[in-house]
């Protein structure tokens, strides 16, 4: 590859080129075979998402994924809690709790998926995010207000 091609992936700090999907405008329901907690997941974050312009029709599975990885968070983080972060071994020592290491690494992709849907800081820099309303933003209405005095 020569200094003068191009790839086609996105380089750091730009949006990537891929073909657009149109965002949903309304929130579907969640799938039925989503855990309980996953389906709480969903009706709290798809909106978000929705409402920024970051959800689409073929984003359901990795919205899916999001969702359960978060859910199994917290029953990792409620199982901690139950045995502790430190366990006793049969030989009588002690170790640290396994658990904590999947709960790392769901974090670390829900942290990814968040991202990718635009639901972190970092991630609304990477991803074309719809802005929201400005008459809803308190330091606009202030401006505004200072403006007409």
Not at 17 to 28: S, W, Y
Not at 75 to 90: Q, S
Request: aromatic share 2%.
């Amino acid at each position: 590859m020569t200094a003068h091609s191009s790839t086609s992936r996105a380089k750091p700090g730009r949006k990537p080129n891929g073909p657009k999907v149109a965002p949903l405008v309304e929130t579907p329901p969640a799938p039925d075979y989503l855990s309980p907690r996953a389906r709480e997941e969903w009706n709290r974050l798809v909106p978000a998402a929705i409402s920024i312009g970051t959800f689409t029709a073929v984003d359901h599975r990795a919205m899916e994924l999001l969702c359960e990885t978060l859910a199994a968070i917290e029953e990792l983080t409620a199982a901690v809690r139950n045995e502790g972060c430190i366990l006793d071994t049969g030989a009588g020592g002690r170790k640290g709790n396994p658990l904590l290491r999947a709960i790392s690494e769901q974090r670390s992709q829900a942290t990814k998926l968040l991202g990718s849907f635009g639901l972190t800081p970092l991630g609304r820099m990477s991803v074309d995010v719809k802005p929201g309303p400005m008459n809803d933003n308190p330091l606009v209405a202030l401006l505004r207000k200072n403006i007409k005095n």
